[in-house]
């Protein structure tokens, strides 16, 4: 019996399933912070390699091939599963963590409005 595909996924499903995924596996033993982290690491420099001799411009239209693009998607996962399954490790909702991050980013680098330029502004253009 196949499983009916999932959609439309919750953070909390997610990680259910990668959780699942592993204890079927026999997994979780090696499913320590250190490892997670390391593993984070290893797959969030094999999406940095997709992108490594890139140019600018080159690296904005990467979605656009197909080869490429699944290969970011793949990595994108990658990452996002060891960092799931590291916060669920150590207790932590990764939503929380970043609406407090932004919440404290948003204090310690306030928006600055521009003004219009002045004419002693005109050399910094």
């Known amino acids: 019996m196949t499983k009916a595909p999932h959609t439309d996924p919750d953070l909390h499903a ?3 399933r990668l959780a699942e995924f592993a204890a079927a596996r026999d997994w979780q033993r090696f499913h320590t912070p250190k490892n997670l982290a390391s593993a984070l690491s290893v797959e969030a420099a094999e999406l940095v390699e997709i992108f490594q001799w890139l140019t600018p411009d080159e690296s904005a239209e990467v979605m656009a091939d197909a080869g490429a693009a699944a290969r970011v998607e793949d990595e994108v ?11 669920q490790t150590l207790g932590i909702d990764p939503l929380t963590a970043l609406a407090a991050k932004i919440e404290r980013n948003e204090l310690r680098f306030p928006a600055r409005r521009m003004a219009a330029p002045s004419s002693e502004d005109r050399h910094s253009m």
């Open 14 to 16: 997610l990680q259910r």
């Open 77 to 87: 996962a990658d990452v996002l599963a060891y960092l799931l399954q590291f916060c």
